[in-house]
């Protein structure tokens, strides 16, 4: 699997900034994605997964009801909506995938990247004013 993100940037506090994931080589609905994070000097934890086969989804407590994970599995992409964006949200973010993976709570966590094998290069969103 081949993973391609982008979409990061600088924005203000209280901003919105939407992260893709391209995905190639694959059938993109046949594998969970989830979008990781890591911040300078920080664990790298896992912030929303979308599964598999259900399309069920999970997120970080952080980020509940400020972002939204998605795909488009006719484009082979996935997407990361986040809105109300604060300054802790600066971290540089990662989209990964598995194949027939059913998201589970603790990929929502700093121990939850080594369950997925995939990985795109990350890409830098910063918050500041």
């Known amino acids: 699997v081949q993973l391609q993100a982008s979409g990061g940037g600088l924005v203000q506090p209280g901003g919105s900034l939407r992260l893709s994931c391209a995905a190639s080589?694959?059938?993109?609905?046949?594998?969970?994605i989830a979008w990781f994070r890591q911040a300078p000097g920080k664990e790298r934890e896992g912030v929303s997964c979308i599964s598999s086969n259900d399309g069920s989804t999970l997120y970080a407590d952080s980020v509940k009801g400020r972002f939204t994970i998605s795909r488009d599995n006719a484009k082979n992409m996935a997407y990361l909506q986040m809105g109300s964006l604060k300054p802790e949200d600066t971290a540089v973010y990662y989209c990964?995938?598995?194949?027939?993976?059913?998201?589970?709570?603790?990929?929502?966590?700093?121990?939850?990247?080594?369950?997925?094998?995939?990985w795109g290069q990350g890409t830098l969103v910063t918050v500041s004013s």
């Open positions: 080589g694959v059938t993109l609905e046949d594998y969970a």
């Open positions: 990964a995938a598995e194949h027939s993976y059913r998201c589970k709570p603790v990929v929502t966590t700093t121990n939850g990247a080594y369950r997925f094998r995939s």
